[in-house]
């Protein structure tokens, strides 16, 4: 298709420009798994709202059997996206898939991850890239708010801030292991009016956020409602004209939630099977979630105030989400890790933690404060371009206080 006498992958700068490239990308991998001789391709299609090239599997007689995601910037083939080479086998053989499924469920092996308590200053998407493949267990975080506060935001087009959030979150799916959880803490954020003859504008980023989300591999699980107290909102400035003139028309709600979005990595395996594999039962049993659990989706915590990010959340938050979507003794990942709460919240409660940032201020809060952390052996924290924090030697903090 060609929009202005330009290919629309030409304008996106796409590296697949065409269906010949595509398809030779697709005729390639269908010799890897052995399946170049029994499948046709059917016409791949250029899918500019994904930035994906889809292209369809079919069997001799042209019926389709699956479908090929290419990713049009990178070339690689998006295997979450892509039907699986032992499901094509089974339908040209014409097998009950079912059992395909089972069969890999009973092969899988449980891997605990032997990743290591980690810091890391710099941009999350190449920290992430130079992680091991399914290396961790949970990932929970809230990236930066578009443009909520100047000092805090770095995107100024709203497109180039979800781009960025797809980067990451992409590359999130290839080092969480499959079928566990990614939870953010998320919410619309409001633009405020540049001057009187203007509106001021909400953007509703947690529906865009999940769009990414699914396209990208994971599945929704539940939408949490993080209640704050009621005079919470009113920082914002919203509803203070309504308040005062009480006008239809200028009704807005002041807003006093967040959203807690949680997704799943897509999997065949049941949750089961991850509490029945375990190699350490001991822990299984230990990580229980004990009485006065949340029992809705209405969880009421009250924000932080004494924290030296300008939006980090409660450590009650993290501690919830971390107990209920991991195991003791799993690897929690937070790619926009502000001051480390997420690393206060795994260290109290027995998880190891990955914190990346790229405000070298913020690693500098974590370093100075890790030392305050339960369950942190300091010796085996690995460091990433930054420098490493050294234990306090104990008889000398000591002399230093009676002196």
Known sequence: MKRNGQLISEERKYLVLNVQQAKHIVKDWLSEIQLANVIKLGLPEVDDRYHCWRVPLCGKNGSKMGEVVIDAY????????????????????????TKIIETRQNKKKYILSNLRNTVGLGDSAQLLDEMPIESVDLIFTSPPYFNARPEYS?????????????QIIRRCH????????????????????????????RIAVPFDMHR?????????????????????????????????????????????????????KHSDLLIDWFIRNHPDRNTVEASKIS?????????????????????????ALAEKVLRYYSFKGDVVLDPFAGSGTVGVAASELERRFVLFDNNPEYIDIIRKEIISWKNVNLNTVMWINCESVKPVCKQKALFEVTK
Do not use: C
Request: net charge neutral; proline share 6%.
């Open 74 to 97: 990178s070339t690689e083939i998006i295997e979450s996206k892509t039907t699986k080479p032992e499901i094509l086998t089974a339908r040209l053989l014409k097998q009950d898939e």
């Open 154 to 166: 770095e995107y100024e087009e709203y497109e180039e801030y979800l781009f960025k959030m797809r």
């Open 291 to 315: 009485d006065g659990y949340e029992k809705t989706n209405i969880w009421k915590i009250n924000p932080s105030t004494s924290s030296k990010h300008p939006a980090a959340f409660p450590i």
């Open 212 to 264: 990414i989300f699914i396209e990208e591999g994971y599945d929704f699980i539940d939408d949490i409602i993080w209640l704050k107290p009621e005079g919470a909102g009113w920082a914002t400035g919203r509803g203070r004209r309504f308040a005062a003139d009480r006008n239809p028309l200028q009704y807005k709600a002041v807003p006093v939630t967040e959203y807690v979005l949680v997704y799943r």
């Open 174 to 201: 290839r080092v969480l292991t499959e079928g566990r959880f990614f939870v953010m803490n998320i919410s619309p954020v409001l633009l405020r009016r540049a001057s009187r003859n203007e509106s001021s504008r």
